[in-house]
């Protein structure tokens, strides 16, 4: 839950720059981190509100490609309440997943839709700068896991 939170964070200012002033994915993702965190479970209704963001963020998709970036962050704070209404729903157990990557998007991990978010797209579409996506991927092995399993030990 941290990682993910960590990694929607990094990605956020791609947000913030088309949609200044608007913090309700973030919002979201922190509540629903919070909730978890303190140990219980997300309410029904705050699981209707994760989909109700992801329902808002798919309807900024058809705003323009110009937006994918920003929009992608915002699926990366989605992603994170996604995981906490997961975890509440499931009775508090963490399962392993069995969906393989190329899958649905509503399927990837919050750090890998920051990724997009922060490099302008994925891979395979032939867009965004290599270097910036490796330097993201490297922040995420020596800063973001490392600071994630500090806070957990903590």
Known sequence: ?????ICAERAWIAWEGK???????MDVASRAADIIIDGRGLTGEERREVGSLKTLLDNKLLLGEDLFPAVYAGFSAWAVARDAAFFSSSGGRLEVSTYEPEDSPEDWEPCFH???AITGDAVWEGIGDPQIRREFWVWYLTSAVPGALAEAAG
């Open 114 to 116: 920051a990724s997009l």
């Open 1 to 5: 839950m941290k990682l993910g939170l």
């Open 19 to 25: 949609f200044p002033g608007d913090s309700y994915p």
